[in-house]
């Protein structure tokens, strides 16, 4: 078992940035894909990032590509989404996630944070 745990939400201007941190504790000597998801109310879940075991993968959605960096450090088993010139349609609340596939998909990750919400004001 993974346990997840997000932190850095918060209220922020257009323009600004954020940056969201995810700890791990419990299995984290397995290798683990890592990714990070958003949903707003009444919508599905959607892919923001994913970053690969090593950090040398990562891949974005295209409505994040240039403006959202996703990085880990897995000596202190973290993953962090940086989150430049953010924009209202930003506001979400985000989720980590843990998975044995380097993969966009949600269904193939095992393991899930309980989110940190995300407010973009104009």
């Known amino acids: 078992q993974v346990q997840l745990a997000e932190s850095g939400g918060g209220l922020v201007q257009a323009g600004g940035s954020l940056r969201l941190s995810c700890a791990a504790s419990g299995r984290t000597s397995s290798r683990y894909a890592m990714g990070w998801f958003r949903q707003a109310p009444g919508k599905e879940r959607e892919f923001v990032a994913v970053?690969?075991?090593?950090?040398?993968?990562?891949g974005y959605a295209d409505s994040v590509k240039g403006r959202f960096t996703i990085s880990r450090d897995n000596a202190k088993n973290t993953v962090h989404l940086q989150m430049n010139s953010l924009k209202p349609k930003d506001t979400d609340v985000y989720y980590c996630a843990a998975g044995g596939r380097f993969t966009t998909g949600q269904a193939m990750y095992d393991y899930w944070g309980q989110g940190t919400q995300v407010t973009g004001s104009s």
């Open positions: 970053i690969s075991w090593s950090g040398s993968g990562t």
